[in-house]
């Protein structure tokens, strides 16, 4: 398994206070992508950080050894449609409460 700290960068510093009506539909498509991966087991945790200088989003992903993270970070609606962009961080790994 390989894991990674994704770290999602809006477009601009008030992206969601200023969200466009297909921008919401497209945060909207967003958070179905990461709520089925999560159920998928791909990510273990994600959220926003609402960071005083500009928000961004946080998602921890726990993949096999033979997928690729910006492959399927690319299938993100709102990086299809051009808003942002990801960071990939690996992690040496990852523990998550409820494991043994």
Not at 20 to 49: C, K, T
Not at 66 to 90: R, W
């Amino acid at each position: 398994m390989k894991y990674y700290l994704c770290k999602y960068i809006p477009p601009r510093a008030d992206f969601l206070a200023t969200l466009s009506p297909d921008e919401q539909e497209w945060m909207r498509q967003h958070g179905i992508f990461l709520n089925e991966r999560l159920d998928q087991g791909l990510i273990v945790a994600h959220g926003p950080v609402m960071d005083p200088s500009g928000g961004y989003g946080v998602s921890l992903y726990q993949i096999p050894d033979d997928q690729d993270i910006a492959a399927l970070t690319a299938e993100d609606p709102i990086i299809k449609n051009g808003l942002g962009h990801y960071e990939h961080y690996p992690m040496l790994h990852l523990k998550a409460r409820g494991e043994s």
